[in-house]
């Protein structure tokens, strides 16, 4: 047995695929949370309903590099896998698989994946081969362990749809999907918020209420279009950030909306250099 196994403890910490495979063995009813580590309570609640609708939870801590299309952003993502090992173990996940690069990739060619032109917008338009890489890993990650249900946050939405365009066209594994989860004060949980200065987390938690506050706005009015032009405008201006986007868009196939029905306002924006994304 190459696995970790703590006999006290019943999170079993798997390092390399033959501990995968093994510890997997006649498992059914698997769900999965796929995750870069620096666990927040946006991944518990990943974990939670996944431990409420399937029978053993896995959960994966991998920095996949080839969804960084910046190199710098790669070395600089927040690690804290000695505490993450510690909540992991609280919440009482069956499985966590902590692989290397080699494990997930093998010896495997860069897959030739294809985004379709409809989803090459928002972040598939300023994050030039992110998407690409998350799909390539996604496609490793299911091969591998052969989930039943796959738990993803509406936080990443454009992400979220890809994933499940790409994955339930391949495999038998179902994408679940997840609210996002915000601070008292509004700001969507990400392992990049351990990032920002104390001024830039309140200004952060200010633009997230100012948008929900906005969303609600636009409700009868008309001509949104041009409000959420004046309204990109007033945030950069008044919150110094830069944003890549400020659109409206559906929830189905993320084509542009011209009204609120089952649509969503997605926002991507730099604030000092780290780059949040976020959606009402
Ligand atoms: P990450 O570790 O950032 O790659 O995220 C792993 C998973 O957690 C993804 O499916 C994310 O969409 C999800 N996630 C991240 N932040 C949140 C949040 N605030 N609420 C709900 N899900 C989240």
Request: glycine share 4%.
């Amino acid at each position: 047995m190459f696995y970790l196994l703590n006999l006290f403890i019943q999170m079993k910490i798997l390092i390399n695929n033959s501990d995968l495979n093994e510890a997997l063995k006649g498992v059914t009813n698997l769900g999965f949370v796929p995750t870069m580590g620096s666990i927040h309570k946006g991944h518990l609640s990943l974990i939670k309903k996944s431990k409420k609708l399937t029978k053993k939870t896995i959960v994966s801590i991998f920095v996949n590099p080839r969804q960084f299309n910046n190199k710098k952003d790669y070395k600089n993502y927040p690690k804290n896998i000695k505490n993450d090992i510690k909540i992991l173990k609280k919440i009482k996940v069956d499985y966590l698989y902590i692989p290397k690069i080699k494990s997930v990739f093998g010896k495997n060619k860069k897959q030739k994946i294809y985004i379709s032109r409809n989803y090459r917008i928002l972040c598939a338009k300023f994050r030039k081969g992110h998407f690409e890489g998350v799909l390539q890993v996604m496609d490793r990650l299911t091969y591998l362990i052969k989930p039943n249900k796959i738990f993803m946050g509406e936080k990443d939405y454009q992400q979220l749809l890809l994933v499940k365009n790409f994955i339930e066209k391949k495999y038998s594994s179902k994408i679940i999907s997840c609210k996002t989860i915000r601070e008292k004060n509004n700001l969507a949980l990400s392992s990049r918020n351990s990032l920002l200065n104390n001024q830039n987390f309140i200004v952060a938690n200010k633009i997230a209420t100012n948008l929900i506050k906005f969303k609600k706005f636009l409700k009868n009015k008309k001509n949104l279009e041009n409000l959420i032009r004046d309204k990109n405008y007033e945030l950069e201006k008044n919150f110094k950030i830069k944003i890549d986007y400020l659109e409206l868009r559906k929830k189905r196939d993320l084509k542009n909306s011209k009204n609120l029905s089952n649509s969503k306002l997605f926002i991507a924006y730099y604030i000092g250099d780290i780059r949040l994304i976020d959606n009402f």
